[in-house]
């Protein structure tokens, strides 16, 4: 009988361990429209970044798989929109696979890429002028504006990439102090048993 308890307790022990082990290697994907393309950063956390990992861009509606391609060191991977997206207005579904059992999805809307255009695609505004008189002797085109805001909004792109791959919430951390008191609780009874 004290054996079969021994054994009960190693193995809840271990089960316990492994399921606070799987919790802590979560992994997050962000993306967003840059202009043409569509830039993915994914991570377990805002340190460790999925290297090799797969992103592959479905067709939401019906499953298609459009492409696929592979994560940097850093853990981005972006792509240019397919045409066939942007004529059949796709939402487009991002799935990450980070190797066994790591996996996550992003979805990116047509309405956030669909009125975007290339980094220096030129635009006719409604009012017909293509550029904004800055003083006599200079004008700025649309496509150097849409330049600079891209290049400006670059470092809030990240931050807000940052936020999303958030670390250990205050669950899984007093969940694990849990797991760890309960092990020293196994113990201290197995030892008063034997007393």
């Known amino acids: 009988m004290r054996r079969l308890l021994i054994g009960v307790c190693i193995a809840m022990a271990i089960t316990l361990c492994l399921a606070a082990t799987s919790r802590a290697h979560k992994v997050n994907l962000f993306a967003y429209v840059d202009g043409n393309s569509i830039v993915t950063d994914s991570g377990y956390s805002r340190s460790k970044r999925v290297h090799d990992g797969i992103i592959e861009v479905y067709d939401a509606a019906t499953g298609t798989m459009l492409l696929s391609g592979e994560t940097d060191d850093n853990g981005k991977y972006d792509f240019i929109i397919p ?17 066994t059992g790591h996996q996550a999805e992003w979805t990116v809307k047509y309405t956030e890429y669909g009125a975007a255009k290339g980094p220096f695609a030129a635009s006719e505004p409604e009012h017909g002028h293509k550029a904004v008189a800055v003083s006599q002797e200079s004008t700025i085109t649309a496509s150097e504006v849409e330049v ?23 669950t899984e951390i007093v969940g694990g102090i849990g797991y760890i008191i309960g092990l020293f609780g196994i113990v201290a009874y197995m030892k008063s048993r034997r007393s």
């Open 83 to 99: 045409d066939e997206a942007r004529s059949q207005k796709m939402d487009l579904l991002l799935r990450l696979k980070a190797g």
């Open 148 to 170: 600079v805001v891209r290049r400006e909004l670059a470092p809030l792109k990240q931050m807000v990439s940052e936020m999303h791959q958030s670390g250990p919430g205050v």
